[in-house]
């Protein structure tokens, strides 16, 4: 049977972390996801249980997210299956699950209006600069780490501030790549302390394992804003808390423009009943599959 493991936002981010080494360490087959809310395994052969197969459709339709309807998780699960089916023999019930799973993320996408104008954390830290930064066209911004989350921000910056901004990254061949592209310019990681000495605005995010914006790279006597998009943090709690410093962590970028889920109320009962249809459909294929399995072997 399919099974699912998860360690999700509520959980810490070394509980996250403890999961996905402890999958590693047993070297089971499946599907290992892991997003900025979350760690989640699936693995295992044979019938789907319907909480399972329920979790991930509303898990790729945004029902899961804590910005209702956004569409970068479903992309996020797409790319962490087609690792896994390119590295693994994964069992054909898992295939199915999957497959399935995406046809009803676009199911809801094209007969709900649910991800029109949702917002990722890419958009909420965007909106929170155009509301709370003042001047922020003239601002001077950083950049730690490439992944989409800050490539959706650099692309919006690219064309709405007037200053270029700065790049960091532990691959410094991958920020010279950037270097054209978005007019930035690259630094390599260990030299963030002069990169963060030319900015008013960071943002960070990256995989590392831990803290790797520590108070020796903070410029003395003058502000800074730090968007941390990281999980575990990138900036460690002394800079967390630095009197200097306007910290914005998850929590506290969702907490500040997270008004979407009584407005989408409507739209959700939608997708859900979309969503209902579906795992019918999925369950009664399972039992079918199975009962004819039965009967083949019966009549062997």
């Known amino acids: 049977m399919v099974y699912h493991r998860k360690a999700d936002y509520n959980r810490t981010g070394a509980e996250r972390e403890f999961l996905q080494r402890q999958i590693k360490a047993s070297g089971e087959k499946g599907v290992m996801l892991q997003t900025c809310n979350r760690a989640e395994f699936y693995g295992g052969n044979g019938m789907v249980p319907e909480v399972i197969a329920r979790h991930l459709f509303r898990l790729i339709c945004g029902l899961e997210s804590v910005f209702l309807g956004e569409t970068f998780i479903q992309g996020q699960v797409k790319e962490a299956y087609q690792q896994a089916a390119a590295k693994q023999q994964l069992d054909s ?4 699950l999957f497959q399935w799973a995406f046809l009803t993320g676009k199911r809801v996408r094209t007969e709900t209006s ?25 601002k001077r911004f950083a950049f730690i780490g490439i992944n989409k989350m800050n490539r959706t ?17 532990r691959s410094f061949d991958k920020a010279l790549e950037l270097e054209q592209q978005f007019n930035c310019t690259a630094y390599r990681l260990d ?15 990256t995989s590392a394992p831990h803290a790797i914006i520590k108070s020796e790279h903070i410029p003395q006597n003058r502000p800074l804003v730090l968007f941390d998009l990281a999980v575990p943090a990138d900036a460690d709690e002394e800079v967390q808390s630095h009197a200097n410093i306007q910290y914005f962590n998850l929590k506290r970028i969702e907490k500040q423009v997270n008004g979407n889920r009584e407005v ?30 039965r009967f083949e072997e019966l009549s062997i």
Do not use: P, W
């Not at 019930?93 to 199915?96: A, G, I, K, M, P």
């Not at 030299?191 to 995010?205: C, G, N, P, R």
């Open 93 to 96: 019930s898992l295939h199915r």
């Open 114 to 138: 649910l991800s029109r104008g949702a917002m990722s954390h890419s958009h909420a830290v965007v909106e929170i600069i155009k509301q709370q930064v003042e001047d922020y066209q003239h």
């Open 153 to 169: 921000i650099m692309n919006f910056l690219k064309a709405n501030i007037h200053n270029t901004f700065v790049l960091c990254n």
């Open 191 to 205: 030299h963030l302390k002069v990169a963060m000495e030319q900015t008013d605005i960071v943002i960070s995010a």
């Open 264 to 293: 989408r109320a409507g739209e959700v009962r939608k997708a859900e009943a979309i969503i209902g249809e579906e795992i019918a459909r999925f369950m009664e294929y399972q039992n079918r599959k199975t009962h004819r399995k």
